[in-house]
């Protein structure tokens, strides 16, 4: 279960969430649909599809498409990591929003951290496993 987390002046529901090296700070409130990240709409800030869909999946999920407004700040990592901390933070917020979305968001995989982080460089390697090329003479 996911902590409920709300905004005491304006009882915005909020959530945090990571991917990589990036972390995105959600706040969702009724409204019309409306997604803003970073202060830029959500088209202009993730100019891919791919980005895009990672985030409005979540809100497709719930049906919460155009009930909902989003304002994120996310910072760190790349594009990639950058949606997939936002649609975590996302679904947390929406768990904050309604209990009645947890199960399904849980159910999908929304909530569950993605672990994998860089591997780092190793002494004597040139990368994380890369060796010095072998030469026979």
Do not use: Y
Request: hydrophobic fraction near 35%.
């Amino acid at each position: 279960m996911v902590a409920v987390k709300k905004d005491k002046i304006n009882g915005d529901c909020l959530g945090t969430g990571r991917r990589k090296s990036a972390v995105a700070r959600v706040r969702v409130r009724p409204g019309t649909g409306k997604v803003v990240i970073n202060g830029k709409p959500l088209e202009v800030f993730f100019p891919t599809v791919q980005h895009q869909q990672d985030v409005l999946q979540t809100l497709a999920h719930v049906g919460h498409s155009d009930s909902v407004d989003v304002l994120a700040r996310v910072s760190g990592g790349g594009l990639t990591g950058q949606s997939g901390a936002v649609r975590m933070a996302l679904a947390r917020a929406l768990c904050s929003h309604n209990e009645e979305n947890f199960q399904p968001l849980r159910d999908d995989g929304f909530l569950t951290r993605d672990s994998r982080m860089k591997e780092r460089k190793k002494p004597g390697l040139h990368g994380a496993r890369r060796g010095t090329q072998f030469s026979k003479r």
